[in-house]
């Protein structure tokens, strides 16, 4: 996983600063994501990814960022937490909007951005380029810090067999 100079970028910081200052958007700090990182980095990384690629394409920033932030803004354990209504890929963007609203004003567009962020698991196409951004960089966030843990758990384990070969040695 690449690293990202977030802290350092005033504009993003500009943007996103007083969400991240809020005791709900900290609160994603107690929340395990993907097995490998808490649920705030996976936002972060999300949103700060997204962000710069909508200022790549002279997109609205704003929206990107401070959506990217909220997208995931749900504080149950989706691994034990079931839903009758639905699966968790559709009822954790609502979940997440509900909680957004609570905190902050939001557009139409970030709106979309957060309710649509599941495009592909869900049938919710994304109407701004900028929720596509959102969907895609949360995708190959999912997978990063999936594949992450795979990594290490594969190291742990080459590692004990190294261990056990060099004792029979």
Excluded at 10 to 34: F, I, P, S
Excluded at 57 to 76: C, E, N, P, Q, W
Excluded at 119 to 137: C, D, F, H, M, N
Aim: proline letters at 1%.
């Amino acid at each position: 996983m690449k690293v990202l100079d977030w802290e350092n970028d005033a504009q993003y910081l500009d943007l996103v600063g007083d969400l991240l200052e809020t005791d709900e958007v900290q609160r994603l700090k107690n929340h395990t994501q993907h097995h490998n990182g808490t649920r705030l980095d996976h936002c972060i990384r999300v949103s700060y990814e997204s962000y710069l690629l909508a200022k790549k394409f002279h997109l609205d920033v704003r929206s990107t960022a401070r959506a990217g932030l909220l997208h995931d803004l749900f504080y149950y354990d989706w691994r034990t937490t079931k839903f009758t209504l639905g699966t968790h890929a559709f009822i954790h963007p609502r979940v997440a909007l509900r909680n957004a609203e609570k905190i902050t004003t939001l557009n139409d567009k970030e709106k979309d951005i957060i309710l649509k962020h599941m495009w592909g698991a869900t049938i919710a196409r994304p109407k701004y380029a900028e929720s596509s951004i959102v969907s895609l960089v949360d995708d190959a966030q999912a997978v990063s810090e999936y594949t992450d843990h795979v990594r290490k758990n594969l190291r742990l384990k080459l590692l004990e067999y190294k261990n056990k070969v060099i004792k029979l040695i």
